[in-house]
């Protein structure tokens, strides 16, 4: 643990009394003008700490930094984000999970940034990454499932979002859209991706489950080509948002359904599916490398496949990219942006 986190977690623990610098001192065998500097540093972080002569220091306000100090202690996991990786800025969250993977990382653990220069989506898209103001984050799964059930965890990342979402602001509504987005009001708050790695003896090695969500981004900061298919929640509140609690919130979610799921498939999540549904009833046109596929969307089945009713009958879909006529809130769909 760094001597800054040993310091921060100090002045948590006082829960909002000052703690002496001579006390920090003593706690942690350093100089004072050490401390001195590491609180300098946890300023520049965004911590609001105040600094009496006579007194000492006090925490006033935490930074909207999703680390593990800041994670960790709203977390009702058991495994997931128990081991919780923070970095300023990264290439991808994807990516360096999947280094943690190869190299034999733990079960559930999280990588987060605070900003991508490589970030990616489905297809090889660019994912729209700035610093500061987003939540780019993947998890590490090593799931004991078939890799035909693997299908269908992005729709789980996408409920717990959804319903993350829902938390942290009630006056929104929240959509999954087949396979990996997350729409509010018609545009695209949020996309996953999920990465497999199977062998052949032993079916899937491990999965990376990446999601982007547009959290604090100002509308006008989007890039035109964006501007009209993508928003953020502080677009669509009018108000900022804490990342740290709706990744809290978002690991908490997903780790019930992630249980279920590994032990029932997606079957018993359904329902909850049904709630959230963005193109339950819309007409879709799905694309399928060269085919096309076009009929009213019917809802999702219990292995995770999209039902489309069309001329010739139902058919179920299990990969390709949904578009709509119209989708809830009236603005039409697009690609929108993809994950970190």
């Known amino acids: 643990m760094s001597t800054a986190r040993e310091i921060l977690e100090l002045l948590k623990s006082r829960g909002g009394s000052e703690i002496s610098s001579s006390a920090i001192c003593k706690r942690l065998r350093i100089s004072r003008s050490a401390v001195w500097k590491h609180?300098?540093?946890?300023?520049?972080?965004?911590?609001?700490?105040?600094?009496?002569?006579?007194?000492?220091?006090?925490?006033?306000?935490?930074?909207?930094?999703?680390?593990?100090?800041?994670?960790?202690?709203?977390?009702?996991t058991k495994v997931l984000g128990r081991v919780l990786h923070y970095q300023e800025v990264t290439a991808s969250t994807n990516r360096d999970a999947v280094a943690a993977a190869e190299a034999g990382g733990a079960d559930g653990s999280v990588f987060c940034a605070g900003g991508q220069s490589e970030g990616r989506g489905r297809m090889s898209r660019k994912w729209f990454s700035p610093p500061g103001v987003n939540l780019y984050f993947s998890m590490l799964l090593r799931p004991a499932v078939a890799t035909d059930l693997a299908m269908s965890l992005p729709l789980v990342?996408?409920?717990?979002?959804?319903?993350?979402?829902?938390?942290?602001?009630?006056?929104?509504?929240?959509?999954?859209?087949?396979?990996?987005?997350?729409?509010?009001?018609?545009?695209?708050?949020?996309?996953?991706?999920?990465?497999?790695?199977t062998q052949i003896d032993c079916g899937v090695r491990y999965?990376?489950?990446?999601?982007?969500?547009?959290?604090?981004?100002?509308?006008?900061?989007?890039?035109?080509?964006?501007?009209?298919?993508a928003t953020s929640l502080k677009?669509?509140?009018?108000?900022?948002?804490?990342?740290?609690?709706?990744?809290?919130?978002?690991?908490?979610?997903?780790?019930?359904?992630?249980?279920?799921?590994?032990?029932?498939?997606?079957?018993?999540?359904?329902?909850?599916?049904?709630?959230?549904?963005?193109?339950?009833?819309?007409?879709?046109?799905?694309?399928?490398?060269?085919?096309?596929?076009?009929g009213q969307a019917c809802g999702v089945q219990e292995d995770g496949a999209l039902k489309v009713e069309t001329s010739k009958g139902v058919i179920a879909i299990y990969s390709g990219e949904a578009t709509v006529r119209r989708l809830r809130g009236s603005v039409r769909a697009g690609r929108g942006m993809e994950k970190c």
């Open 207 to 229: 999965i990376i489950a990446g999601a982007g969500v547009n959290v604090n981004l100002e509308r006008e900061a989007l890039p035109a080509e964006l501007f009209s298919t």
């Open 235 to 294: 677009a669509e509140t009018g108000r900022a948002l804490s990342r740290v609690e709706l990744l809290a919130g978002v690991l908490n979610k997903f780790e019930c359904h992630y249980i279920v799921w590994q032990r029932e498939g997606f079957k018993p999540l359904t329902s909850i599916m049904k709630c959230y549904d963005a193109l339950a009833g819309e007409e879709v046109t799905v694309q399928q490398g060269k085919q096309i596929i076009s």
């Open 157 to 197: 990342v996408g409920l717990a979002v959804a319903e993350a979402i829902k938390q942290l602001a009630p006056e929104l509504e929240p959509h999954v859209k087949w396979p990996n987005d997350i729409l509010i009001n018609g545009r695209k708050v949020c996309g996953i991706l999920c990465e497999m790695q």
């Open 39 to 76: 609180i300098q540093n946890l300023r520049r972080l965004g911590y609001q700490i105040e600094a009496q002569p006579s007194c000492g220091y006090r925490l006033v306000a935490s930074a909207d930094r999703p680390d593990a100090v800041e994670v960790v202690p709203l977390l009702r």
